[in-house]
Structures are given as C-alpha cells and as structure tokens.
C-alpha cells in the first residue's frame, strides 16, 4: 500500500481509512513485538525527507543555510562481524524534487533482540530498544570510542521515550502513531546575551512513525569562543514527506 503523504486538511479522512485497515496486517507481521515496527527493515522500503541545514564557520564567520532532500532506502541485508543479520540502508541526496537521486552514503542497520544498533559513517549508536515504552531510557552513544575526541560531545548522552503511540505533525506532515526519543538537551550561556563567554549548544531529537521509520529529525552542536567571536557547528532539521 502507497501510503503518500497528503495535506494536513486530509488527514483525519486518510487516517481513519487506511490506519485502521493495515492495523491487523501489521499486528500480526510484528506479532513478537509490535513495538519494533517503529522501524521497519523489510526490503524496499524508503523515507523522503526535506532537511534543512545550517552550517556555523567560525574561519570565515559566516552562517551558511541549505535546503535539500534525502530519500532512506532499504536495499539490501547482510551478516556483520559477529554473524548476525544486518541491512543496508542506501541514502540519496538531489536538491529539489524535480531533479534525479545522487548517491550520497550508505547505512548499516543491525536488530538484536534488545536494541537496533545503526552505524553511519562509521559512528555506532544505538538508536531504538525494544520494546519501545515511555518508561525506558538507555546510553545510545554507548558505543562510541570515549577517547575519539571528534565525537567527544556525544558522550554520555541519555536517550529517553517520551509520547510513544501519539500523534505528530513534523511541520509538514501528520503521523497518527509516533513515538518520540530524546537523546539530548544540554548548553551553556548563549553568545547573543554573554558574547563574552564561552557557550555551546547540543541538542537532539528524534520521532519514528509506526510502520514508517525515522519522520522527525533535529540534530544541533555549536560552540562559541570568545576570542574568535563566532559560532562553529551545525543544527540539522529532517521531516519526512514521502514513504511506502
């Protein structure tokens, strides 16, 4: 079933119709945890999403902003290291929607029976537990190297559920059954009241739609020296606008 996304006057008719129709299908596909559908891997399956992105250059100082889109695909499965079942998830990037798809990266997605493990550029977090519930919190950024100073700013991070099977509008799109994970929310001082002052910014957010995958995403890490005066850093936002 094609399940394009349509304008938000639409949704409760839409809504009504074909969430209620695929509920017993999917129920019975993820029959052992129905919770894990909030990121389904079966082959094919793909996510569109509008990302727009702003980039701090603390060198040049300047605030640079970027608007494109990125389609998630399920393309293929493999064994890891350990043996166990993986996927690959291909990512595409093109900057309007009228024009054809770049190869841009690839993903790696591996399901355990506890956790997803997801690897992007060459980064391991662990995205998801399961089941997926608003009273569990684990370490995502575990995984990391503590000792990798270009990732330092992901350690000890605390992923929380929050809103698991509620409804959420990306902005763009509505989504009748989402769940919501936290995964960070920290700064110190802000350059625009204490321009004196060291400051940084680290924030992140993610919600996944049932029987869709990732449809919210917002991602932001800044720091700001004094003695140079500018920000350095990025802050990412992705809605999902498309999917099957």
Request: hydrophobic residues 35%.
């Amino acid at each position: 079933m094609n399940k394009k996304l349509v304008p938000l006057f639409l949704i409760a008719a839409f809504f009504s119709l074909s969430f209620l129709s695929c509920t017993k299908e999917k129920d019975t596909e993820y029959k052992e945890d129905r919770t894990r559908a909030y990121f389904p891997l079966q082959f094919g399956r793909y996510v569109v999403y509008d990302v727009d992105s702003t980039r701090w250059d603390d060198f040049l100082k300047v605030k640079t902003l970027y608007q494109y889109q990125m389609r998630y695909t399920v393309a293929d499965t493999f064994r890891d290291n350990q043996f166990r079942l993986s996927y690959r998830i291909d990512v595409h990037l093109r900057k309007k929607d009228n024009i054809p798809w770049n190869t841009h990266r690839v993903i790696y997605v591996t399901p355990t029976p506890t956790h997803l493990e997801y690897v992007e550029d060459n980064v391991r977090f662990i995205k998801l537990v399961f089941p997926v519930s608003n009273t569990i919190t684990w370490k995502g950024n575990s995984m990391i190297p503590a000792g990798d100073q270009d990732y330092s700013y992901f350690q000890d991070w605390n992923y929380t559920y929050a809103n698991v099977d509620k409804p959420f509008n990306n902005g763009i799109a509505h989504f009748e059954t989402t769940a919501t994970v936290y995964q960070v929310d920290d700064s110190l001082n802000h350059p625009e009241t204490r321009p004196n002052d060291y400051a940084y910014r680290i924030y992140g957010k993610e919600v996944y739609g049932y029987d869709i995958g990732m449809v919210y995403r917002e991602m932001t890490y800044w720091t700001y020296q004094p003695t140079i005066g500018y920000r350095s850093g990025y802050s990412v936002v992705m809605r999902a606008v498309d999917h099957n």
